[in-house]
Antibody, heavy 114, light 108 residues
């Protein structure tokens, strides 16, 4: 049974970089699309982007975030990661890693505040 | 991007009743790329339906999905106490992936 678990700081200061990692257990990270989704308080989920490791690490990012987002894979650890630069309070959200559309992680709340 | 509009925003029903949730897309969704997920506080969201009408593993048959093109429906025939939650539709056939605004199914 595939499981996903997010990890990373719960508090990030404005203008800094948000960094999260998703550990995949129960399956190889190769050959699937791995995604990040976020949900600000009281709002609908928002797709951040995905990576497909088996296709030269092909990525696709939401145009609204593309200039600030990087998603990468570490096959040795069976993990994939999210980096979001220059964060503001508007980036406060629960961040989920996911295997769209089949599986979501538990989610982790990231608050942007000084 | 494809905008998904869910209705109603809140559905107040009693256990045992039938729930009908709607998801309308701003343009036709390709290749059966429509899914429904169930969200409860403190839990990992759970995918209920994928490919418009296929139940995910372990999902009871009181859940069913239907629709095509721009109009889709999730039906729960006979609500159980554990079914009260927020449900989101999601399309992943067009980039970027987008989500509906959610329908909260609450106990009446």
């Amino acid at each position: 049974q595939v499981q996903l678990q997010e990890s990373g700081p719960g508090l990030v200061r404005p203008s800094e970089t948000l960094s999260l990692t998703c550990t995949v257990s129960g399956d190889s990270i190769s050959g699937r699309y791995w995604s990040w989704i976020r949900q600000p308080p009281g709002k609908r989920p928002e797709f951040i982007g995905y990576i497909y490791h088996s296709d030269r690490g092909r990525t696709d990012y939401n145009p609204s975030l593309k200039s600030r987002v990087t998603i990468s894979v570490d096959t040795s650890k069976n993990q994939f990661s999210l980096k979001l630069t220059s964060v503001t309070a508007a980036d406060t959200a629960v961040y989920y890693c996911a295997m769209v559309p089949s599986l979501w992680g538990q989610g982790t709340l990231v608050t942007v505040s000084s | 991007e494809i905008v998904l509009t869910q209705s109603p925003g809140t559905l107040s029903l009693s256990p045992g009743e039938r729930a009908t949730l709607s998801c309308r897309a701003s343009q036709s969704i390709s290749a059966n790329s429509l899914a429904w997920s169930q969200h409860k506080p403190g839990q990992a969201p759970r995918v209920i339906i994928h490919g418009v009408s296929s139940r995910a593993a372990g999902i009871p048959d009181r859940f069913s999905g239907s629709g095509s093109g721009t109009d889709f429906t999730l039906t729960i025939s006979g609500l159980e106490p554990e079914d009260f939650a927020v449900y989101y539709c999601q399309q992943h056939g067009n980039s970027p992936v987008t989500f509906g605004g959610g329908t909260k199914v609450e106990i009446k």
